[in-house]
């Protein structure tokens, strides 16, 4: 087996405000190591990867971090392949930083650099590595013209009819964000909830485990990434692109179907300036066809914030026709 000391390729993305690492391997490599030695101080990361499933064998992926000068040792973070997925829990005694459900953390302090190491039996598309370094976020009112992606799926939570389909809210809505993407291909969220099955923690909310099926059921047309956006201005930048955005909230949503006391998620897929909604897929209301709704603006951006930002977000590495369309609502605009 080759390992690929990677050097190249790597590319630091900014859309927005937010800045994420990406890495694009040669894909004539299988197992390989990726190191950013120097970065802004961080104490989170989230790690990223995009590659289609293999028949056999998997993904075995390993992080490190810097501190001081001093590397950490090499943590388990996650595996993912033929057999299923899951993500690890790793916190050596002589370590100052660990893993747990796909969060890269220091016990103290900060780090300022990372490796990613993955031995694998087939090559991966791509890497992203999000760190909650300072960005600068956008002042004032920003300027949005209307926005609303055409013919997003709906989907409900409750239609499902399976006894955890309260568990599943986070894989709904990526799978909601990923059919409305993908219109020709439409993915069952059942079975789409069955591939992110984290079966470590038996859970089915782990970002990370949802990124990497989504990239697989887009058939590798969209990098998925999952990182905590600096404010809505750099979500509304991705639905510009014609993507949705799945969001992690946490509290009362006005208009909502029930108060979250855990976290929620919501598919967003249009913004109206005129009267500052939010338009989104709402997987929490009991039928498919009133899962369409919009929030204030305020509302929204004040539970996306208990969840720190979080968000799984899609954009193109093609333009497929006809795959990706929006409809901007402002004749005066093109």
């Known amino acids: 087996m080759k390992f690929f000391f990677y050097s190249l390729f ?30 802004a101080p961080f104490d989170e990361l989230i790690l990223t990867w995009n590659g289609m499933r293999p028949e056999q064998g ?18 388990y973070y996650g595996q993912w392949g033929s057999w299923g997925q899951l993500l690890f829990r790793d916190a050596p005694e002589d370590s100052f930083a660990s ?25 991966i598309g791509a890497l992203s590595v999000f760190t909650n370094e300072p960005v600068i976020s956008s002042s004032g009112r920003e300027s949005f013209a209307p926005i609303l992606l055409k013919n997003p799926d709906k989907q409900s939570l409750i239609t499902l009819r399976q006894a955890r389909y309260s568990d599943l ?9 990923v ?55 750099a979500l509304y930048s991705y639905l510009a ?26 598919c967003v897929i249009g913004y109206d300036p005129e009267t500052q909604r939010v338009h989104c897929i709402d997987p929490y209301f009991p039928t498919d066809n009133s899962t369409p709704v919009s929030y204030s603006l305020s509302n929204f951006t004040e539970v996306w914030r208990k969840r720190n930002n979080i968000a799984c977000t899609f954009k193109a590495k093609k333009s497929p026709p006809e795959r990706n369309g929006c409809v901007n609502t402002d004749p005066g605009t093109k």
């Open 10 to 39: 790597l590319v630091v993305s900014s859309i927005g405000s937010s800045k994420i690492y990406e890495a694009f391997p040669d894909p004539g490599e299988s197992s390989f190591y990726w190191e950013v030695a120097d970065t």
């Open 179 to 233: 059919n409305t993407l993908y219109k020709e291909k439409k993915i069952d969220p059942v079975s789409f909830a069955a591939l992110c099955y984290d079966q470590e923690f038996d859970a089915y909310d782990h970002w990370n485990l949802s990124a990497a099926q989504a990239f697989v059921a887009l058939e590798g047309n969209y990098l998925v990434q999952i990182q905590r956006l600096p404010d809505f201005a």
């Open 99 to 123: 893993t747990y459900r796909g969060v890269v953390a220091p016990k103290s302090g900060h780090c300022d650099g990372f490796i990613v190491f993955v031995q694998s039996t087939l090559p």
């Open 169 to 177: 809210y986070l894989t709904t809505a990526v799978s909601i964000a």
């Open 241 to 266: 692109q014609g993507c949705p955005v799945v969001v992690g909230i946490k509290g009362t949503v006005i208009g909502g179907p029930r108060p979250h006391i855990r976290e929620h998620a919501l």
């Open 58 to 75: 998997g993904y075995f992926l390993f992080v490190r971090v810097k501190q001081n000068g001093q590397w950490s040792p090499l943590l």
